[in-house]
């Protein structure tokens, strides 16, 4: 199983970014998905989960009207549209994948190897 995880980089605060998460060696369409982000000295933590139809979708509180996941499960793809970017939300950005959506750590069966996302201010 892997999870390509890309579409991270610098952008200013107020800024966008789009990551994409492409998914090979397991059958997408029967996974949860899920991003999570760890900065430096912090613990990972779940920013956003989508279920496995792409009907459900969860946030973090700390990201909600900002953020927005979506799949294309044709292309075994999952997306994490971030605006209005702060300087709070650098971190690296893993991708997640679980037979039900992970919304923790401990819930997660495949990881993703990671992008950073850097907002200046």
């Known amino acids: 199983v892997q999870l390509q995880a890309s579409g991270g980089g610098l952008v200013q605060a107020g800024g966008s970014l789009r990551l994409s998460c492409a998914a090979s060696?397991?059958?997408?369409?029967?996974?949860?998905m899920a991003w999570f982000r760890q900065a430096p000295g912090k613990e990972r933590e779940f920013v956003a989960g989508?279920?496995?139809?792409?009907?459900?979708?969860y946030y973090a509180g700390s990201v909600k009207g900002r953020i927005t996941i979506s799949r294309d499960n044709a292309k075994k793809t999952m997306y994490l549209r971030m605006n209005v970017l702060k300087p709070e939300d650098t971190a690296v950005y893993y991708c997640?994948?679980?037979?039900?959506?992970?919304?923790?750590?401990?819930?997660?069966?495949?990881w993703g190897q990671g992008t950073l996302v850097t907002v200046s201010s």
């Open positions: 997640a994948a679980a037979g039900l959506t992970p919304q923790v750590t401990d819930e997660v069966d495949y």
């Open positions: 060696g397991l059958t997408f369409s029967n996974y949860g």
């Open positions: 989508i279920s496995r139809s792409g009907y459900n979708l």
